[in-house]
């Protein structure tokens, strides 16, 4: 059963999608697959990843870039619009020519980072412009993300070096300045804000030499909770 946001992101390519012989194996595709007839959407798909094979280079950018700003746009649209295999022969392989083709423009590199975890690409595009906003916010992201494993298992146990997280912290707070979007700035601070909190609170335990992080950290309001539930076992 294709969920409605499945549903929705499937309908806008419906809708975008010119009703070209060159794209309409695709539409079939999305029709067959927001009806939920996979078998029939499903050998569409495959005629057309065959057949784009020998689309040139700007028809093949121009697919790919609303593929994947679609999928960003709309929940689940990286799943119904986007199944594995498209991902792997039509969509990665034509964000790597385009890379090439164009390189000074960040867009490929960003997707390649944000729907492939290519960290290598995001580095490219940061270097083409810093400030660009759509990799910045993918690379603070990613960045939080790191805090939280070295987090997550707190109060029980610290994963990582929190000298070093403290540093990268830095690096954080410098960045998320650099956010234009109030809203998204609010966001990340306030992501960034919970981990920096268990990190110092870490730190000034380990520095304070208690045994009990946890009665430390009540004695002291302060804050050493992950959040994330987690058992541990014993043999």
Known sequence: MITNS????????LEKIPDTETFILYKGYCKYREQGLRKLAFEQ???????FKSYDL???????DLI??????VKDGDYGPMPHTLKEIIIKPTLILWANFEPLNYLPLYWLAKFFYDHDA???ALN???LEQKPLIQDIEWK?????????????FYIG???????????????????????EKIRLHTEFNFYESLMLSYKSWKISGTKDFTEWAKANNKDCESGIKAFYYSK
């Open 161 to 183: 070096d929190v000298d070093a997280d403290l540093i990268l912290a830095d690096e954080i707070k410098h960045k998320i300045e650099g956010v234009i979007n109030e809203r």
């Open 58 to 64: 700007s028809s093949k950018i121009w697919f790919t």
């Open 45 to 51: 798909l495959k005629l057309f990843i065959e057949e």
């Open 68 to 73: 994947l700003a679609n999928a960003e746009s």
């Open 128 to 130: 083409i412009n810093p």
């Open 122 to 124: 995001l580095r490219k």
């Open 6 to 13: 499945q549903n929705t992101a499937l309908n806008n390519l």
């Open 144 to 156: 939080i993300g790191a805090l939280y494993e070295s987090t997550h298992h707190l109060p029980h």
